[in-house]
């Protein structure tokens, strides 16, 4: 007991300093070090939804949409493919959640369906006579439904990203629906707005002189932002799936516009189109609406254009963002809606202090009580045990939530129960006759196995909450597992250096236990 080795004085030092240093920011004024990166000593603890208040939003993706998108992208494909084929056709269209058509000649029913075939992997292929249809199965619709929910996660975590919003929270629950909490936002209203945008953006021919009202095969009808409506041709010229960049600008007359940039393919599909209709309009489409239906002029080649479309300066710097961002598959709908407010958030942590507070008054008591000095090097521990937990979690900048105060309050009780052990067998090894020193040694030596296995279980169960759980159960599972490693390592490594320290000065010939 006497001997406790250098290099593990250096190391209880060395943790010790490097917990304080991490944890003293949280003392001083909020908001600094928060330009610092993640894992530098001066960033506080980042304190979740239900601590600091913010927004709450459930979202439902109608991945219908991108069922019915599919189909009407087999349409497209058919209408090519039969062309191609020289094989008559009728009523090709979407209808009873199918793509079909009837061929006209019975003789070229065959190859149609071959046609047909080739047209999606995913679609079945049915003959009715002469009406083929290609429809989507249950497990092709439910694949389409999550491949949709976890695109759309990535393009609003990249929209909320760009917003500047700290440590948002956003995952799937269930099938189709998407659970955003960002924490410190009390007005969700301009989130909303970003994220409720499928910001789709296409550029299509116009087509010239045809009827709004019967628009040609291959063709549709769409709403004009400044009113009235245009016939577009279905084919895409170029799609924002090509950006790589968006920003906004001013054009030479001083109006807000986004300037965007192609990505190769893009800019070659995009000179090729201008120059091969060079005098003809074509219509720049965002979310079903035509922006602006200018005439191209000239061949634009370099992979860069402008929309201009009379934006203000806000609406030009939020079309920016989510060009930037890419395109949802779907739209959104909102099905939940709550704001929690900060004075919400501060009884919680008044609560969670208390909670605390009062849990460490009574360790303190018992262990000076039941174990005179050990308890109260048991009780500095501790406090080192507090200090380490809260620099681990702000050197992780690992999210504070209530449940995770919780998670703190019940390691409190649980840092001491090492100690207990310990001094528990040190009595046990007096009481059996031995010395001062050897019932030390042999009081901590006997009792780390049990110790290590009593925590070792409570941090696999931490693991297994953080790595299945969601929201509050990880953050009750973050506190607890940095809990138990802090606690196991003042338990077994600094008592032990106070212990050793008093031994080697005090020579003691009893223990005061």
């Known amino acids: 007991m006497m ?12 943790v010790c300093l490097a917990g304080l240093a991490y944890a003293a920011p949280n003392l001083m004024e909020k908001g600094i070090g928060d330009d610092l990166p993640v894992g530098v000593p001066g960033k506080q603890i980042s304190l979740g939804l239900d601590l600091q208040g913010g927004s709450y939003l459930l979202l439902e993706v109608e991945a219908d949409v991108v069922v019915q998108e599919r189909l009407e992208a087999i349409v497209d ?18 209808e009873q959640g199918a793509a079909a058509f009837t061929v006209r000649e019975t003789a070229d029913l065959e190859r149609a369906r071959d046609i047909a075939a080739d047209l999606d992997e995913d679609a079945t292929v049915t003959v009715d006579g002469d009406r083929v249809s290609l429809s989507m199965g249950e497990d092709a619709i439910r694949q389409i439904k999550i491949n949709a929910v976890q695109q759309s996660i990535e393009i609003v975590r990249r929209r909320v990203d760009e917003t500047g919003t700290r440590e948002p929270l956003i995952q799937r629950q269930g099938i189709d629906r998407i659970l955003i909490q960002l ?11 970003l994220i409720g945008q499928t910001a789709k953006l296409t550029f299509h021919l116009v087509s010239i002189g045809a009827d709004t009202n ?41 109006q807000p516009v986004v300037t965007i940039r192609f990505d190769s393919a893009g800019g070659q599909r995009f000179g090729r189109a201008t120059s091969e209709n060079v005098g003809k309009p074509f219509a720049i489409v965002l979310d079903g609406k035509v922006i602006s239906a200018p005439v191209i002029r000239e061949p634009i080649l370099g992979g860069s254009a402008q929309i201009s479309g009379r934006f203000s300066v806000q609406e030009a710097q939020d079309l920016a963002l989510l060009l930037r961002a890419g395109a949802l598959p779907a739209p ?14 501060a009884d919680s942590i008044a609560a969670g202090e208390i909670a605390a507070v009062i849990g460490l008054v009574l360790v303190v008591g018992f262990m000076i009580l039941s174990y005179g000095l050990f308890g109260i090097f048991a009780n500095i521990a501790l406090f080192v045990n507090i200090v380490l937990i809260m620099g681990a979690l702000s050197a992780m900048q690992a999210t504070l939530t209530l449940p995770g105060i919780a998670g703190i309050v019940l390691t409190i009780g649980m840092a001491v129960d090492a100690n207990v052990l310990i001094f528990e067998r040190v009595r046990d090894e007096i009481g059996a006759g031995r010395s001062p020193l050897n019932a030390l040694d042999a009081g901590y030596s006997r009792a780390l196995t049990t110790i290590v296995d009593s925590n070792l279980t409570t941090l696999f169960a931490a693991v ?29 490594m600094v008592t032990r250096l106070f212990v050793a320290l008093w031994a080697r000065r005090s020579r003691p010939t009893s223990l005061p236990i």
Do not use: C, H
Not at 3 to 14: D, G, N, R, S
Not at 332 to 345: F, I, N, Y
Not at 480 to 488: D, E, K, Y
């Open 3 to 14: 001997q406790f080795e250098t290099w593990k004085t250096i190391l209880v030092a060395f």
């Open 77 to 94: 494909g058919a209408r090519r493919a039969l062309r191609e084929a020289k094989i008559g056709y009728v009523g090709l269209g979407v």
């Open 183 to 193: 924490p410190g936002i009390d007005d969700p209203q301009r989130i909303k707005e």
């Open 214 to 254: 019967r628009p040609p095969p291959g063709a549709r009808t769409l709403p004009m932002l400044e009113g009235g409506n245009i016939v577009i041709q279905r084919r895409v010229m170029v799609s924002g799936e090509n950006l790589v960049d968006a920003q906004p600008s001013f054009d030479q007359n001083s």
């Open 332 to 345: 959104l709908t909102v099905l939940e809606e709550r704001s929690v407010g900060p004075g919400l958030g």
């Open 464 to 492: 297994f909450l953080f790595a299945l759980g969601s929201g509050p159960v990880k953050g009750f599972a973050v506190t607890l597992g940095i809990g138990i490693v802090t606690s196991m390592f003042t338990a077994i």
